[in-house]
């Protein structure tokens, strides 16, 4: 089993920034990829993105491309999310992903945008 937990949001104004945080803890060698996904109230949830925890490649929805970067720590064995010049269309609970085919989930994070 592996275990992870969120961190780091919070309320910032359009235009700010805000860095997500993830710390994966239990079986972590099972955890080929790890990422992000968000909900906004009445809507679905969707991707953000995500990075191979191995190789390093990663992939971003066209919304958060070149305004999101997802890296990772192996030694803390976290994943984190640098989030900048937010847009209120960001406000949602952002939930972090691992796994080999999304089978672990963190109970996930809220960040609020105001503009």
């Known amino acids: 089993q592996v275990q992870l937990v969120e961190s780091g949001g919070g309320l910032v104004q359009a235009g700010g920034s805000l860095r997500l945080s993830c710390a994966a803890s239990?079986?972590?060698?099972?955890?080929?990829?790890m990422g992000w996904f968000r909900q906004a109230p009445g809507k679905e949830r969707e991707f953000v993105a995500a990075?191979?925890?191995?190789?390093?490649?990663?992939h971003y929805a066209g919304s958060v491309k070149g305004r999101f970067t997802i890296s990772t720590d192996k030694a803390k064995n976290t994943v984190y999310l640098q989030m900048n010049s937010l847009k209120s269309e960001d406000t949602a609970v952002y939930y972090c992903?691992?796994?080999?085919?999304?089978?672990?989930w963190g109970q996930g994070i809220q960040v609020t945008v105001s503009s």
């Open positions: 992903f691992g796994g080999s085919d999304y089978e672990y």
């Open positions: 239990g079986r972590t060698f099972s955890t080929y990829e």
């Open positions: 990075v191979s925890w191995n190789g390093g490649s990663t």
